[in-house]
């Protein structure tokens, strides 16, 4: 008789990829949260600003009302990340004004980011920060 294996082989290079791509993207989302956490304490009138989940993902927004618009982390299968922006707010369309050559844009609400390297800190900040204090700029 035959006996059956019942453990799984996992070929070296899936799991070392897997293992790759979580550093990146935890050094990215490390990244991207001290960037929201700077854009806060740098923007007047934003003061605290409250972590939630929103479908499952970050989200941060002042924590006093009608100060800022949210901006919500999204973690992209490719291992890249996005900053998640409230769509029928007329900020994505704003930024891209401001920094078509320098941000990756996509559609009406994302900015996506590749990798923790190739950050473009100070457009993401003002972004986040436009965002921030996107109803006291109204």
Not at 76 to 95: A, K, P, W, Y
Not at 108 to 123: H, L, S
Not at 126 to 137: D, E, G, K, S, V
């Amino acid at each position: 008789a035959l006996k059956s294996c019942s453990h799984s082989v996992q070929h070296p290079i899936s799991r070392n990829w897997h293992r790759n791509m979580m550093a990146v993207a935890t050094t990215l989302d490390q990244r991207l949260r001290s960037l929201i956490v700077e854009a806060a304490a740098s923007s007047d009138g934003v003061g605290e600003i409250a972590e939630t989940l929103k479908w499952g993902q970050p989200s941060f927004a002042p924590k006093k009302p009608r100060i800022g618009s949210s901006v919500r982390l999204q973690n992209n299968d490719d291992g890249s990340m996005s900053l998640m922006f409230i769509c029928n707010t007329n900020l994505v369309e704003r930024f891209r004004e401001i920094y078509a050559d320098d941000l990756n844009f996509i559609g009406n609400r994302e900015i996506k980011v590749q990798d923790a390297d190739n950050i473009p800190e100070n457009a993401l900040k003002h972004c986040i920060a436009m965002a921030l204090t996107y109803h006291l700029a109204k």
